[in-house]
Antibody, heavy 120, light 110 residues
Protein backbone atom coordinates (compact mmCIF):
# COMPACT_ATOMS: atom_id res chain seq x y z
CA UNK A 1 0.00 0.00 0.00
CA UNK A 2 1.39 3.39 -1.01
CA UNK A 3 1.81 5.76 1.92
CA UNK A 4 3.02 9.35 1.95
CA UNK A 5 3.40 10.98 5.34
CA UNK A 6 4.28 14.66 5.58
CA UNK A 7 5.79 16.32 8.63
CA UNK A 8 7.54 19.50 9.68
CA UNK A 9 4.70 21.99 9.48
CA UNK A 10 3.89 24.47 12.19
CA UNK A 11 3.58 28.13 13.14
CA UNK A 12 6.45 30.30 11.95
CA UNK A 13 7.06 34.03 11.84
CA UNK A 14 7.32 35.90 8.55
CA UNK A 15 10.84 35.86 7.16
CA UNK A 16 11.80 32.66 8.97
CA UNK A 17 12.44 29.18 7.58
CA UNK A 18 10.85 25.75 7.79
CA UNK A 19 11.74 22.34 6.34
CA UNK A 20 9.02 19.91 5.36
CA UNK A 21 9.58 16.18 4.98
CA UNK A 22 7.61 13.44 3.26
CA UNK A 23 8.25 9.80 4.11
CA UNK A 24 7.26 7.42 1.32
CA UNK A 25 6.56 3.69 1.45
CA UNK A 26 4.78 0.99 -0.51
CA UNK A 27 6.43 1.70 -3.87
CA UNK A 28 9.88 1.96 -5.41
CA UNK A 29 10.56 5.57 -4.45
CA UNK A 30 13.49 6.17 -6.80
CA UNK A 31 11.41 5.19 -9.84
CA UNK A 32 9.14 8.21 -9.58
CA UNK A 33 9.12 11.98 -9.67
CA UNK A 34 7.67 13.63 -6.58
CA UNK A 35 5.93 16.95 -6.11
CA UNK A 36 4.66 19.36 -3.49
CA UNK A 37 1.18 20.89 -3.86
CA UNK A 38 -0.32 23.34 -1.40
CA UNK A 39 -3.79 24.54 -0.50
CA UNK A 40 -4.42 27.77 1.35
CA UNK A 41 -7.34 27.69 3.79
CA UNK A 42 -10.60 27.63 1.85
CA UNK A 43 -8.79 27.93 -1.48
CA UNK A 44 -7.88 25.69 -4.41
CA UNK A 45 -4.86 23.55 -5.19
CA UNK A 46 -1.59 25.23 -6.14
CA UNK A 47 1.44 23.38 -7.49
CA UNK A 48 4.62 24.31 -5.61
CA UNK A 49 7.51 22.24 -6.89
CA UNK A 50 8.54 18.95 -8.47
CA UNK A 51 11.69 16.82 -8.68
CA UNK A 52 12.60 13.98 -11.01
CA UNK A 53 13.55 10.51 -9.79
CA UNK A 54 17.29 11.30 -9.83
CA UNK A 55 17.03 14.99 -8.87
CA UNK A 56 18.24 15.87 -12.36
CA UNK A 57 15.17 17.94 -13.20
CA UNK A 58 13.56 20.37 -10.78
CA UNK A 59 10.82 22.94 -11.21
CA UNK A 60 9.19 25.61 -9.07
CA UNK A 61 6.11 27.78 -9.22
CA UNK A 62 6.94 31.43 -9.78
CA UNK A 63 5.44 32.24 -6.38
CA UNK A 64 8.15 30.28 -4.54
CA UNK A 65 11.11 30.41 -6.93
CA UNK A 66 14.26 31.61 -5.17
CA UNK A 67 12.78 30.98 -1.70
CA UNK A 68 11.94 27.27 -1.67
CA UNK A 69 14.22 24.32 -2.44
CA UNK A 70 13.01 20.81 -3.17
CA UNK A 71 15.24 17.80 -2.63
CA UNK A 72 15.03 14.06 -2.11
CA UNK A 73 17.03 11.27 -0.50
CA UNK A 74 16.32 8.03 -2.33
CA UNK A 75 18.24 6.01 0.24
CA UNK A 76 15.79 7.23 2.87
CA UNK A 77 12.68 7.20 0.66
CA UNK A 78 12.15 10.82 1.59
CA UNK A 79 11.20 14.09 -0.08
CA UNK A 80 11.93 17.51 1.37
CA UNK A 81 10.94 21.13 0.93
CA UNK A 82 13.17 23.81 2.42
CA UNK A 83 11.14 26.99 2.76
CA UNK A 84 12.99 30.24 3.39
CA UNK A 85 11.83 33.85 3.67
CA UNK A 86 8.33 32.71 4.45
CA UNK A 87 5.41 35.06 3.85
CA UNK A 88 1.85 35.17 5.12
CA UNK A 89 0.67 34.03 1.70
CA UNK A 90 2.64 30.78 2.11
CA UNK A 91 0.15 29.73 4.80
CA UNK A 92 -1.36 26.50 3.51
CA UNK A 93 -1.70 22.77 3.86
CA UNK A 94 1.27 21.27 2.01
CA UNK A 95 0.74 17.94 0.27
CA UNK A 96 3.39 15.55 -0.95
CA UNK A 97 2.30 13.75 -4.14
CA UNK A 98 3.66 10.85 -6.17
CA UNK A 99 3.74 11.61 -9.87
CA UNK A 100 3.05 9.47 -12.89
CA UNK A 101 4.11 10.70 -16.31
CA UNK A 102 2.55 9.84 -19.66
CA UNK A 103 2.06 12.90 -21.80
CA UNK A 104 2.28 15.02 -18.67
CA UNK A 105 2.49 14.70 -14.91
CA UNK A 106 -0.46 13.53 -12.86
CA UNK A 107 -0.64 12.71 -9.16
CA UNK A 108 -1.89 9.25 -8.32
CA UNK A 109 -1.17 9.28 -4.59
CA UNK A 110 -1.25 12.12 -2.07
CA UNK A 111 -0.33 12.41 1.58
CA UNK A 112 -2.68 13.91 4.15
CA UNK A 113 -0.71 17.15 4.27
CA UNK A 114 1.16 19.20 6.85
CA UNK A 115 -0.09 22.65 7.84
CA UNK A 116 2.20 25.65 7.62
CA UNK A 117 1.03 28.86 9.25
CA UNK A 118 3.08 32.01 8.71
CA UNK A 119 2.12 34.66 11.21
CA UNK A 120 3.68 37.00 13.75
CA UNK B 1 1.31 31.25 -18.01
CA UNK B 2 -1.38 28.75 -18.89
CA UNK B 3 -4.78 29.28 -17.25
CA UNK B 4 -7.52 26.73 -16.57
CA UNK B 5 -11.03 28.06 -15.93
CA UNK B 6 -13.70 26.10 -14.04
CA UNK B 7 -17.17 27.17 -12.93
CA UNK B 8 -17.18 27.79 -9.16
CA UNK B 9 -20.20 25.60 -8.61
CA UNK B 10 -22.42 22.99 -10.23
CA UNK B 11 -25.62 21.61 -8.73
CA UNK B 12 -27.41 18.42 -9.70
CA UNK B 13 -30.16 16.21 -8.34
CA UNK B 14 -29.39 12.64 -7.30
CA UNK B 15 -29.54 10.23 -10.22
CA UNK B 16 -28.93 12.96 -12.78
CA UNK B 17 -25.77 13.71 -14.75
CA UNK B 18 -23.25 16.34 -13.67
CA UNK B 19 -20.91 17.97 -16.15
CA UNK B 20 -17.98 20.01 -14.93
CA UNK B 21 -16.03 21.98 -17.50
CA UNK B 22 -12.42 23.08 -17.61
CA UNK B 23 -11.52 25.74 -20.15
CA UNK B 24 -8.06 26.48 -21.51
CA UNK B 25 -6.44 27.69 -24.70
CA UNK B 26 -6.31 24.68 -27.04
CA UNK B 27 -6.66 22.38 -24.03
CA UNK B 28 -7.57 19.61 -26.46
CA UNK B 29 -3.86 19.32 -27.27
CA UNK B 30 -3.02 18.54 -23.65
CA UNK B 31 -3.74 15.62 -21.34
CA UNK B 32 -6.23 16.61 -18.65
CA UNK B 33 -6.49 15.02 -15.24
CA UNK B 34 -9.33 15.38 -12.73
CA UNK B 35 -9.27 15.17 -8.92
CA UNK B 36 -12.04 14.84 -6.37
CA UNK B 37 -11.53 16.40 -2.94
CA UNK B 38 -13.96 15.89 -0.10
CA UNK B 39 -13.86 18.15 2.98
CA UNK B 40 -10.89 17.45 5.22
CA UNK B 41 -9.42 14.91 2.81
CA UNK B 42 -6.58 14.83 0.31
CA UNK B 43 -7.42 14.96 -3.41
CA UNK B 44 -8.11 11.71 -5.24
CA UNK B 45 -7.39 11.17 -8.93
CA UNK B 46 -10.66 10.19 -10.66
CA UNK B 47 -9.83 10.62 -14.35
CA UNK B 48 -6.45 10.87 -16.09
CA UNK B 49 -5.28 11.42 -19.65
CA UNK B 50 -8.63 12.99 -20.56
CA UNK B 51 -10.77 9.90 -20.16
CA UNK B 52 -9.03 7.03 -18.34
CA UNK B 53 -10.06 5.91 -14.88
CA UNK B 54 -7.71 4.70 -12.15
CA UNK B 55 -8.57 1.35 -10.65
CA UNK B 56 -11.31 1.62 -8.06
CA UNK B 57 -12.99 4.65 -9.62
CA UNK B 58 -16.59 3.91 -10.67
CA UNK B 59 -17.50 3.86 -14.37
CA UNK B 60 -19.91 6.69 -13.59
CA UNK B 61 -16.91 9.02 -13.83
CA UNK B 62 -15.83 9.82 -17.37
CA UNK B 63 -14.00 12.56 -19.20
CA UNK B 64 -13.62 14.16 -22.59
CA UNK B 65 -11.38 16.83 -24.07
CA UNK B 66 -11.59 18.76 -27.31
CA UNK B 67 -10.87 22.23 -28.57
CA UNK B 68 -10.80 24.68 -25.68
CA UNK B 69 -12.85 22.65 -23.19
CA UNK B 70 -12.37 19.49 -21.17
CA UNK B 71 -15.33 17.97 -19.36
CA UNK B 72 -15.71 15.67 -16.38
CA UNK B 73 -19.02 13.83 -16.51
CA UNK B 74 -20.51 12.09 -13.49
CA UNK B 75 -23.47 9.89 -14.35
CA UNK B 76 -26.15 8.77 -11.91
CA UNK B 77 -24.90 11.22 -9.31
CA UNK B 78 -24.95 10.07 -5.70
CA UNK B 79 -24.85 12.05 -2.48
CA UNK B 80 -21.33 10.77 -1.90
CA UNK B 81 -20.13 12.53 -5.06
CA UNK B 82 -20.57 15.91 -3.40
CA UNK B 83 -17.06 17.38 -3.36
CA UNK B 84 -14.70 19.86 -4.96
CA UNK B 85 -13.35 18.85 -8.37
CA UNK B 86 -10.13 20.15 -9.91
CA UNK B 87 -8.76 19.80 -13.42
CA UNK B 88 -5.00 19.74 -14.00
CA UNK B 89 -2.60 19.80 -16.93
CA UNK B 90 1.14 19.75 -17.50
CA UNK B 91 2.08 22.94 -19.33
CA UNK B 92 5.22 22.26 -21.32
CA UNK B 93 4.72 25.19 -23.67
CA UNK B 94 6.64 27.75 -21.63
CA UNK B 95 10.36 28.08 -20.91
CA UNK B 96 9.68 26.59 -17.49
CA UNK B 97 7.27 23.64 -17.72
CA UNK B 98 4.94 23.42 -14.78
CA UNK B 99 1.79 21.89 -13.36
CA UNK B 100 -1.42 23.93 -13.63
CA UNK B 101 -4.62 23.40 -11.66
CA UNK B 102 -8.02 24.86 -12.37
CA UNK B 103 -9.66 26.91 -9.64
CA UNK B 104 -11.97 24.08 -8.65
CA UNK B 105 -15.70 23.41 -8.90
CA UNK B 106 -17.91 22.63 -5.93
CA UNK B 107 -20.41 19.95 -6.85
CA UNK B 108 -23.59 20.13 -4.80
CA UNK B 109 -26.03 17.23 -4.82
CA UNK B 110 -29.48 18.67 -4.23
Amino acid sequence: EVQLVESGGGLVQPGRSLRLSCAASGFTFDDYAMHWVRQAPGKGLEWVSGISWNSGSIGYADSVKGRFTISRDNAKNSLYLQMNSLRAEDTALYYCAKAEFSSGFRFDYWGQGTLVTVSS
Amino acid sequence: SYVLTQPPSVSVAPGQTARITCGGNNIGSKSVHWYQQKPGQAPVLVVYDDSDRPSGIPERFSGSNSGNTATLTISRVEAGDEADYYCQVWDSSSDHPNVVFGGGTKLTVL
